[in-house]
């Protein structure tokens, strides 16, 4: 296994790309959540927003990063015929996944650690000015608060769910232009159909399965009972999507011909 | 000694032109199995979504012997074939062919209630509602046709916050004097009559008139009810920053004081009738609320409910059944980035660029290939799902708001050609990035990722949202709109209910010009780099 992980994580560390991906995927998340805690204005009455929702804004579009370089380190693979060198070198394929796995979700884990402290960075530095302070009743956003703590940690293993779930699809359809445009498919088009759906038992239950609304929840920190799961849950159901992904992804490689 | 004739091929030879061109890039795409599969999947899934989610969307009311199937009544209809609100409080008598109307009005005030539902029986209507006027309360005179709601109009009223107005025919709106009527300012107006011709004056002495505005009722009866209304539209929290989420509120009253009011011309009854003009289902107080008096010359009416264009809250809407193409669009996009990079990944391109050495044309060829392609595919989905989706949409209880045929065959060919041009933004950037996995996120973050964020409620600040759909690729989801926004209502125009800032070829245009700028930046790279 040390051999299989030595492997992957060497070639995850000599192609240029995925450094410099998740470097973008770093700067990225950090300038958006920065953009939109700079857009937040806060009349007097006071505001419904959730600080650090707000400053964590930027996972909507970093996740789509940490998903090219999940889904090109399984496809890069098969589109330069890497894999059948791969797998002469490792026979057991499902080792090869473990190994693929756990050096993307550590990568990711570490990619998005640091994304989420820039980000909660930016939004403890910004929202102050734009009325999220004790007037209005904040607090100032900070990560020795329990909920904020949830919310940045939470966001940093959304980053790598996301990442393995790109791993389990990229190696069950094997195409980096299939694979990615199924897994962003999966991530932005369950809340878009939940926003048409006229029925509210509809619009729950699709929320509650959509792996990216539901792993979203681990950012709430305020208005947790309108939820329909609890934030911990919604990881859940992501890690759920993520391991079925693993799992389809790992039999396509055991019994597919590579 | 002969001569040696130089050897010549018995086959013609083959054109280099544009329409061979085509043909290359057609054989290429149709010979893929997975393009065409993927093509395929692509509107299979926009009329699978569209068919799945109006099938599972209900819309009841508890039922009742006229409506015993508990489905959603549709609001009243107004000239244009609009959907309206037309509830209001109406102090009337019969007007002939011709005639004028003129009174004075000295004030207008208002209370609300903050929250919806209607007081406890045998309790006070009016009890616990808060003082306040609403910006578009409306005290005034009008000339309708009849007293049914929905039915043509023209109108010269004070405004709670947009002074004095003429409006007519629900969608129909000018502004007359600014300022706020008061016993020290008082507001005069006047209506007249000839024939189909109604025309609206204002003045703030009774002497001096301006004219406001001149309405053509085409087919009014005549004879038509005239006098004196008074309506405020609900009272409308938008009290959070984060716009999107429907906005929370009550219905609302408007009182109106009038005098020196004198009729000229027909009016064959001679005698005021008050009468509630309601509507099922409007944001109105109950007819209770409602009333005039008079003394000695001076009438004061109070209303409740709003004649105006209504919003498409009240049932579905089109675009609903078109959710399916974000879905689409996915599959457009996978399959445009693929056209151009698959070709680098097998060193097709090489091959590609040896037979048709400019390589400008080989892109534009291909954009059409694809873009044809794909708008017929998109056309056959939008012609499927629309029909199919209103008709589950109407079997589960949804009124649909009235559309026209030339806007629903916009709304069709602008979801297939935002499809194609989406295409075509996918091919550029595939060509420019080469790489499959950066350039399908690329236009996807472009595309899907903006609309998702200007639609979710409680994401991003209302303004922020704006811009979203009007300045990236997203803003060409505007095609779809089919409810139009009004200024003289107050509404939650927000992306998340199906407003777009911008008109909806405009925000198509937008859409355009990206794919327009990428192809450019597309072509220059090809011709600049070795292949």
């Given amino acids: 296994m040390s051999q299989a992980l030595h492997a992957e994580w060497t070639k995850l560390r000599t192609v240029a790309g995925p450094g410099w991906l998740m470097l973008a995927a770093i700067a990225l998340t950090a300038a958006v959540g920065a953009a939109a805690a700079n857009a937040v204005t806060c009349p007097v009455r006071g505001c419904q927003i959730d600080p650090a929702k707000v400053s964590l804004t930027g996972i909507f579009l970093g996740q789509a990063i940490v998903a090219i370089v999940a889904v090109t380190a399984v496809s890069g693979e098969y589109s330069t015929g890497m894999i059948r060198l791969t797998l002469a070198a490792t026979p057991r394929r499902w080792l090869v996944l473990a190994a693929k796995a756990a050096v993307l979700g550590t990568a990711a884990l570490i990619t998005g650690a640091v994304a989420v402290l820039a980000s909660v960075l930016a939004g403890w530095l910004l929202l102050d000015g734009h009325g999220i302070d004790p007037a209005h009743g904040y607090a100032a956003l900070s990560l020795a608060d329990g909920p904020v703590l949830r919310a940045a940690a939470g966001s940093a293993l959304y980053l790598a ?71 911990w849950q919604g990881l859940g159901v992501l890690a759920a999507w993520a391991a079925g992904a693993l799992v389809a992804g790992g039999l396509v490689l055991c019994l597919r011909d590579a | 000694m002969s001569v040696m004739t130089p050897y010549r091929s018995e086959q013609r030879a083959g054109g280099d032109g544009f329409t061979q061109l085509l043909r290359a890039e057609l054989t290429k795409f149709r010979t893929v199995r997975g393009w065409v599969i993927g093509t395929l999947v692509g509107v299979l899934l926009m009329v699978g979504l569209g068919v799945l989610t109006t099938k599972s969307s209900q819309c009841g009311v508890p039922p009742t012997p006229a409506n015993p199937s508990g489905a959603c009544p549709a609001p009243p209809t107004g000239p244009g074939g609009e959907w309206v609100s037309d509830a209001f409080y109406f102090v009337r008598q019969p007007l002939g062919t011709s005639g004028s109307l003129t009174v004075r009005v000295t004030s207008l005030t208002g209370r609300y209630a903050t929250h919806a539902g209607s007081a406890a029986p045998g309790e006070l209507p009016t009890a616990d509602l808060t003082p306040g006027v609403q910006p578009w309360a409306k005290a005034g005179i009008i000339i309708k046709a009849n007293a049914s709601a929905g039915s043509a109009y023209a109108a010269m009223m004070v405004t709670g916050d947009h002074g004095a107005r003429m409006q007519w025919d629900f969608t129909n709106d000018a502004a007359g004097l600014a300022g706020m009527v008061s016993a020290s300012s008082p507001r005069w107006l006047r209506l007249t009559r000839s024939g189909d011709v109604i025309r609206g004056y204002d003045s703030a002495d009774g002497a001096h008139w301006t004219l406001v505005g001149t309405a053509m009722l085409a087919g009014l009866p005549p004879v038509t009810q005239a006098g004196l209304f008074a309506a405020s539209p609900g009272y409308s929290a938008n009290s959070a920053s984060l716009g999107g989420s429907r906005s929370k509120g009550g219905p609302a009253l408007a009182t109106g004081k009038f005098d020196s009011v004198s009729r000229q011309g027909v009016w064959p009854a001679g005698h005021w009738t008050g009468q509630d003009i309601q509507q099922p289902d409007g944001n109105a107080l109950q007819a209770s609320a409602q009333g005039y008096r008079e003394a000695g010359g001076t009438f004061t009416l109070s209303g409740s409910g709003d004649i105006a264009p209504a919003g498409g809250g009240a049932g579905a809407v089109i675009a609903q059944t078109l959710v399916g193409t974000f879905a689409g669009l996915i599959a457009v996009v996978v399959i445009g980035v693929m056209f151009i990079t698959a070709e680098y990944r097998r060193g097709l391109i090489r091959t590609t660029f040896a037979a048709s050495p400019r390589r400008g ?11 044809a392609v794909t708008f ?17 949409l109407r079997v589960n209880g949804f009124p649909i708001y009235p559309t026209s045929a030339f806007t629903e065959a ?82 939650a125009y927000t992306p998340g209910n199906g407003y777009f800032p911008l008109a909806p070829w405009a925000g198509f245009a937008v859409l355009c010009a990206w794919a327009a700028l990428a192809l450019g930046i597309a072509v220059v790279m090809l011709r600049r780099r070795d292949v």
């Fill in chain 2, 361 to 371: 044309r080989v892109l534009g060829a291909k954009a059409a290939v694809l873009a």
């Fill in chain 2, 410 to 491: 916009r709304i069709a060919v602008g979801t297939a050609a935002l499809l194609a041009v989406a295409g075509v933004l996918a091919l550029a950037v595939g060509a420019m990035l080469r790489r499959s996995a950066g350039a399908v996120t690329a236009v996807i973050a472009g595309i899907v990722l903006p609309y998702l964020l200007a639609i979710l409620s409680g994401v991003l600040p209302a303004a922020a949202e704006e811009w979203l759909v009007r300045v990236t690729p997203a803003a060409a989801f505007a095609i779809q709109q089919s409810v139009p926004a009004y200024p003289q209502v107050t509404d």
């Fill in chain 1, 161 to 231: 769910l996301i990442a393995l779930l790109g791993l389990g699809i990229a190696a069950a359809v094997r195409d980096s232009a299939v694979a990615i445009g199924a897994v962003l498919g999966l991530l932005y088009l369950f809340p878009i159909v939940a926003a048409v759906v006229g029925d509210p038992v509809w619009k729950r239950h699709l929320d509650q399965v959509s792996p990216m609304v539901a792993g979203m929840y681990v950012q709430a920190t305020t208005d947790l009972r309108s939820l329909p799961l609890t934030p």
């Fill in chain 2, 376 to 392: 017929v595919a998109g056309l056959v989905a939008a012609v499927i799902v629309i029909p199919v989706g209103e008709h589950l």
